[in-house]
């Protein structure tokens, strides 16, 4: 069965580094997302890309955060200058129609 | 979207039927009632959903009221490995974003 990849699985990081974090979704999809969850609290929702854009964006996705789908198969969430609030788990997930199937997350850790 | 509530927790003995309720009082007639669970800190696993029917797929079935007040989300033969959060959302599925709630933390026992 197809199913969401997330690349690294960890990341640690200094505060102030960029990071790239990056996905690949099931290959037919044509909506892409990105979540976070701080640990011990709910997953939120951070920003959806369609037809090479960004749809919705949420309050926590400011101008330190990029998303970008540079060739078929990848989309990728930068973020330009790491703080120490964003050590959290990101989860990508991707929908053909409606139900989104989400990845098993990259582990961010800013020191 | 409509606001869901389900209980905190909820525990389940192996073998058993495990069933988590959920109500959506002020679900609109295009939302569906859509399920996800989450196993400690992997990402967020699709079971199922439903508009009006009853639904059943091979991980659960999903059992929502006449007047789409209410659901329940029935694994029919709990194992320790749905040991997890539970996730009851209503959702119009435009492709929006997906709300989380605190969701229902099932375990199972031995």
């Known amino acids: 069965e197809p199913e969401v990849t997330q690349t690294p699985s960890h990341q640690v990081t200094q505060m102030g580094q960029e990071v790239i974090l990056r996905c690949v979704p099931i290959s037919n999809h044509l909506y892409f997302y990105w979540y976070r969850q701080i640990l011990g609290q709910k997953v939120e929702f951070l920003v959806s890309f369609y037809n090479n854009e960004i749809s919705e964006k949420s309050e926590i996705f400011d101008d330190q955060f990029s998303v970008e789908r540079p060739d078929g198969s990848n989309f990728t969430l930068k973020i330009r200058s790491t703080k120490l609030e964003d050590s959290a788990m990101y989860f990508c997930?991707?929908?053909?129609?409606?139900?989104?199937?989400f990845g098993p997350g990259t582990r961010l850790l800013v020191l | 979207d409509a606001k869901t509530t389900q209980p905190t927790s909820m525990d389940c003995a192996e073998g058993r039927a495990a069933n988590l309720p959920c109500n959506h009082s002020t679900i609109s007639g295009n939302e569906y009632v859509y399920w996800y669970r989450q196993i400690h800190s992997q990402g967020p696993q699709y079971i199922i959903h439903g508009l009006k029917n009853n639904e059943t797929n091979e991980m659960a079935s999903l059992i929502i009221t006449e007047d789409r007040k209410s659901s329940t989300l029935i694994l029919p033969h709990a194992t320790l490995r749905d040991t997890a959060v539970y996730y009851c959302i209503a959702w119009k599925t435009s492709y929006d974003k997906v709300i989380f709630g605190p969701g229902t933390s099932l375990s199972v026992i031995p």
């Open positions: 997930a991707s929908s053909f129609r409606e139900t989104q199937y």
